[in-house]
């Protein structure tokens, strides 16, 4: 899992609590945490991915180097039907390797910024778009195995942290806690209406 460890612009222990969740962050966490000015934060969270494209389509083609010499031996040897199998084979490989191929840059951007939560979850072709406002905004981690974090506002309800560990995801939740009861006062400015 990717890993980027930005630093914040926080003090280093808040004023109600004994330290900050931010400061603490553990350091195989695969969210990527980024300050980009003092009312803008970001996490994006990969799937983990270990093969460079190139290196998958190496593997790739040496597997059906080995099935096709396989199956070419069992041929010489008298046993010709091998072949159609061999083939069929690696076209099912190779059909299961693009459907991985296709998730592979599968990942979620949380933006905080101008009171508002953008949530953006990327799966292979298609991209959800949520947006909520900041305040009054819960962060709710459910117990039990792959339960994810939900981010719930105004009646509406967001489901994050499915390419996080169970620990990872509980240490998201304390941030994005951490991050909405230090809103800037001037989120609150910014989301009055205009007259």
Excluded: K
């Excluded at 190496?58 to 010709?80: E, K, N, Q, R």
């Excluded at 909520?132 to 339960?147: F, K, P, T, V, Y």
């Amino acid at each position: 899992m990717s890993t980027l460890i930005a630093p914040h612009s926080w003090p280093a222990t808040p004023p109600s609590s004994g330290g900050s969740a931010l400061a603490a962050r553990p350091s195989d966490t695969a969210v990527q945490a980024a300050v980009h000015d003092a009312a803008t934060l970001v996490w994006t969270s990969r799937r983990n991915c270990s093969l460079t494209p190139s290196q998958l389509f190496g593997f790739y083609a040496l597997l059906c180097a080995v099935t096709l010499l396989i199956a070419l031996g069992f041929w010489v040897a008298g046993a010709p039907a091998m072949l159609p199998f061999a083939g069929a084979e690696s076209v099912a490989v190779g059909l299961a390797l693009l459907v991985h191929a296709r998730h592979v840059g599968d990942h979620e951007t949380l933006r905080v910024a101008d009171g508002r939560i953008l949530i953006e979850q990327h799966r292979a072709a298609s991209v959800a778009c949520t947006t909520l406002r900041a305040d009054g905004a819960r962060i709710e981690l459910a117990s039990g195995h792959g339960a994810l974090i939900a981010v719930v506002a105004q009646g509406q309800c967001a489901l994050v942290g499915r390419y996080l560990r169970a620990s990872q995801r509980a240490a998201l939740a304390r941030e994005l806690r951490l991050a909405l009861s230090r809103a800037p006062a001037t989120w609150n400015m910014n989301l009055q209406p205009q007259q």
